[in-house]
């Protein structure tokens, strides 16, 4: 099963090698998840919510990967195993990572955007998953190997560890290069908006100013836990006090990509999995749609 055109998907020559194994991995993969589409729609968010929950903003009062220390950034590729495990609800293998169609994987991750996978003596001549994840221009890659020998670089670091060598990377299956994922929020706005955001002492008030001055923009929700700074952040979004209760009279919608998926791709918005976005209808066929769900007076 391919992915759209332009998506980057680029599989190995049928009469590669690896061909049927990487075949099957891909197949099985896409299968756990509901389909390419639903693997799109997912992957926009996937890479999102693992760094923003690192970076932790309610807390830490950070707001950008690079504010990460040393260790966090290496407990990243963690994070992304754990949650990956979780999105295609598969057990943990006895060995490496996952265990997915009854083979074991391991997952290999890089947050540089090169190709900094290390790949440990258990993994070698096994299935991987490589992640690559490029925060400041906020494009990933996800792609499929089988870490022959032969495709490694010679010699290890302490932890015998090595990686695929120049060569070796051309026997990787891509399933996607490239791919846009959702970008850190804060990358997209200014200083002083960003001030202005986390200035008000109330959860409801700062997501409301939120997403009346960012019309069309993905949030998280882990980014709006973090905005609202509150146990229950998702009341200060819905009506009956919340955000929404704000902007409704003004026109403007806030949707989330779980409830209200279909008005979204109606309207031609990004949509990723556990993601909110404030829009303001263009025409009155879409202010009676919006009026209907109840989102807007």
Not at 155 to 160: E, P
Not at 191 to 210: N, W, Y
Request: charged letters at 25%.
């Amino acid at each position: 099963m391919s992915l759209a055109p332009g998506s980057g998907y680029e599989p190995l020559e049928n009469g590669h090698a690896d061909y049927a194994d990487l075949a099957k991995l891909e197949r099985d993969l896409l299968s756990a998840v509901g389909g390419m589409q639903l693997f799109e729609e997912k992957l926009r968010s996937f890479f999102r919510s693992a760094i923003d929950e690192v970076i932790d903003t309610a807390r830490t009062g950070r707001y950008f990967l690079s504010d990460l220390e040393k260790t966090e950034k290496t407990y990243l590729g963690t994070k992304f195993e754990i949650l990956l495990r979780d999105w295609l609800q598969v057990p943990k293998g006895v060995l490496l990572d996952l265990k997915i169609g009854g083979q074991e994987v391991d997952v290999k991750s890089t947050t540089g955007g090169g190709h900094g996978w290390m790949i440990p003596p258990e993994a070698i001549g096994q299935l991987c998953i490589l992640l690559r994840v490029n925060e400041v221009a906020s494009t990933c890659a996800v792609g499929l190997v089988r870490a022959r020998p032969e495709y490694l670089r010679q010699g290890a670091n302490r932890d015998a560890k090595t990686g695929l060598s120049a060569a070796g990377r051309a026997h990787i299956w891509w399933l996607t290069l490239d791919f846009p994922y959702t970008p850190n929020f804060w990358t997209l706005i200014d200083e002083q908006l960003r001030h202005r955001i986390m200035k008000p002492r109330g959860g409801t008030e700062r997501l409301a100013v939120l997403f009346e001055n960012c019309l069309g923009v993905p949030v998280s929700r882990v980014l709006i836990a973090s905005i609202a700074a509150q146990d229950d952040f998702m009341k200060r979004i819905r009506r009956n006090g919340g955000a929404r209760d704000v902007l409704a009279p003004k026109g403007i919608a806030i949707l989330y990509s779980e409830n209200d998926r279909d008005l979204m791709v109606r309207f031609g918005l990004p949509v990723g999995a556990r993601e909110f976005i404030s829009y303001r209808p263009k025409n009155e066929a879409e202010a009676a749609l919006l009026r209907g769900a109840g989102h807007i007076d």
